[in-house]
């Protein structure tokens, strides 16, 4: 192993399975809903994808769908799961159980912002912004990446955590990842020392606007 990158941790953070509601098209934050077969088979065929690296621990959201996908990929990589409320999606309030285009008219409104008005954008007081998201998450991973040193963690969450996180890594921004482009096999592995992250590669997202 390269000595630079001897004492990084290695972060692979993966969405959930698809759900009902991902099938319904309906907005979930808090709430939740079931998987579905073919989130459980994403599942399963992620954990035969994770068998390739040496995984160290396993962390999850601690709301279902989450926790029921890292039990299915935990399973053949023999690892105890971890829960954390740090790592749940975004929190909607009364727009839970809503279609997902009740986001446009916000989504429509953080494409006009730059990086920083983004961050601090609140479409309503009940929703969290990015920045009370980044706020549970980021402290969350440099405690990780501290208490892992030199270790591969896998991290099952959510898609706009993830959505969110490349927003403020500067991989991309919300132009570049309508809701939707986030797939439910989606992978992002982010290298850290502690204090500097940087996204490695990311693989199940789709980098574009709406057509």
Known sequence: MNERRKNHTNFYIIRHGETQWNVERRI????????????????????????????????????????????????????????????????????????????????DKLEALDAFGQFTFTSHPAIESDMDMMDRVMPFLETLSSQHNGKNILLVTHGGVIRCLLVHLKRATYKDLH?????????????????????????????????
Do not use: C, W
């Open 28 to 107: 979930q934050g808090h709430s939740d809903s079931p998987l579905t077969k073919r989130g459980r088979t994403q599942a399963s065929e992620l954990g035969e994808h994770l068998l390739r690296i040496e995984l160290h621990a396993v962390f999850s959201s601690d709301l279902g769908r989450a926790m029921k996908t890292a039990q299915i990929i935990s399973h053949p990589l023999k690892l105890p799961i971890i829960p954390s409320p740090a790592l749940r999606e975004r929190r909607f309030a009364h727009l839970e159980g809503l279609p997902v285009t009740s986001l446009k008219s916000i989504d």
């Open 179 to 211: 809701h939707g482009a986030i797939t439910n096999k989606a992978l992002v592995h982010v290298r850290s020392n502690g204090s500097f992250f940087a996204v490695e590669k990311t693989s199940g997202i789709e980098f574009h606007p709406y057509a």
